[in-house]
């Protein structure tokens, strides 16, 4: 398909369904646009939503298609165009830039590798995952082990690596725009993860050739504590009466509601700012998530949560439960509002996804088994979500309603003795 790759166009295309012809007709699959003004440049958008430039060329009678790089920055659709138009120019003079590429893999530097690994090795990643790999790319790997060639890293270099980014050697605070701000910290957490993604890199360069081995295998992590953060009883009242203080006092309420969800809900943070009203399930009290982290979901409701989302007003043209201030774009200041009420409550070393920890120790607390607690928060893998199959929905559904009662209850100040069962839906 050929159209002006615009700014405008490429934010909103998406992977389409394959044809009547094809062997995978009826699915989802990698699509491809090529631009109007530049022969054989073009996006590929695969179905995760991942939009990569590309050039297309033929040479030897074969044709070549050579990536340029993922939407975004540093590519738009002007730099990626004239790299285009620059790689076109060296195939016009019979040079034949995709067997470039695969001469330079054989001397690839740590911080090639990584680039080469984000385009062409992580198609299986979410966007909100890559964008976290990239700030892992770009403030610890590559400030420590870019230079170096990839087919020479030893286990020496990833020991001092890892040293190196606990120590905090790769720690920094610096200004990322007109309001923006990095603050990158160090710490044995942060250089565990860090090393997580380099060791995911070298067995890419493995699979590709570029190196025989992968040197991260066999070395040990830090050991790190156990940080699960739970809220008390007396804690869920102090959140509960200082949501109710802010909410009038004009804090948006927006923000406030998709608080109160989260912990009704035992939801992720990213799976209710996004919610669809179209995910909502009022007749059987539950959303049904296309794409949590860990895929399509279920998630049951108890009459709080319910309750909540029947109460919030609809935007015209919003296809969210919780819209922003952007038209057509959810809620984002969350962690903000949320930052405001945790420190006025004295609440200490909380976050929203504690809220969620919260959520699963009231239910466990409450008697509830760690397998239905495990089945509507969806955090198993497919292994445990198969041990789920023979569970009947009721016992999630009852679970997913004691706890959420209970929470509310708490928040409410009030005792597990004042909560009343909510009554049995008709059905």
């Given at each position: ?82 790299e285009a138009s620059r790689l076109l120019g060296i195939v016009s003079h019979g040079g034949d830039p995709a067997e470039d590429k ?119 992590k830090f050991k790190e504590g156990r940080k699960d953060r739970f809220l008390s009883q007396q804690e869920l009242a102090r959140l ?158 009852q679970a997913a309603e004691r706890i959420s009662n209970d929470i509310a209850a708490a928040m409410n100040g009030k005792t597990k ?11």
């Open positions: 398909m050929k159209i002006k790759l615009t700014k405008r166009f490429i934010d909103s295309a998406k992977a389409e369904k394959a044809g009547e012809k094809s062997k995978h007709h009826g699915k989802i699959i990698d699509t491809y646009y090529f631009d109007s003004d530049l022969i054989g440049f073009g996006i590929k958008v695969t179905p995760p939503g991942r939009k990569i430039y590309f050039v297309q060329y033929r040479i030897h009678n074969r044709k070549r298609r050579l990536s340029i790089g993922t939407h975004g920055s540093p590519w738009t659709p002007d730099t990626a165009r004239t695969q001469e330079a893999k054989k001397v690839l530097t740590v911080a090639d590798l990584c680039e080469l690994y984000l385009e062409e090795g992580a198609l299986h990643k979410k966007e909100s995952t890559l964008y976290v790999d990239r700030r892992r790319i770009q403030r610890h790997i590559v400030p420590v082990l870019g230079k170096k060639l990839a087919d020479r890293i030893t286990r020496a270099d990833i020991e001092r690596f890892l040293i190196a980014v606990a120590d905090g050697k790769t720690a920094t605070d610096v200004k990322t725009g007109f309001r923006g701000r990095a603050i990158v910290k160090g710490g044995q957490g942060t250089a565990n993860r860090a090393f997580a993604l380099l060791r995911a890199i070298l067995s890419f360069a493995v699979g590709r050739g570029i190196r025989s081995d992968n040197p991260a295998f066999g070395i040990k509960g009466a200082t949501l109710k203080e802010v909410e009038q006092e004009g804090v948006n309420p927006i923000g406030i509601a998709a608080i109160r969800l989260i912990i009704f809900s035992g939801c992720r943070k990213s799976e209710i700012l996004t919610l669809e009203w179209k995910h909502v399930d009022f007749e059987n009290m539950c959303l049904r998530l296309p794409d949590s982290k860990t895929g399509f979901k279920v998630v049951p409701l108890g009459a709080p949560a319910m309750e909540l989302l029947s109460t919030l007003p609809r935007i015209q043209d919003s296809p969210y439960a919780f819209p922003g201030e952007k038209p057509g774009h959810h809620i984002v200041g969350v962690p903000k509002i949320f930052n405001k009420v945790r420190e006025r409550a004295k609440l200490e070393n909380v976050s929203l996804h504690t809220l969620r920890h919260a959520f699963a120790s009231v239910g466990v607390g409450g008697g509830a088994s760690l397998l239905v607690v495990g089945a509507i928060l969806g955090h198993s893998s497919e292994a445990m979500t198969a041990r789920y199959g023979h569970l009947a929905a009721d016992p999630v559904k003795e004042n909560v009343v069962p909510m009554k049995e839906a008709a059905q």
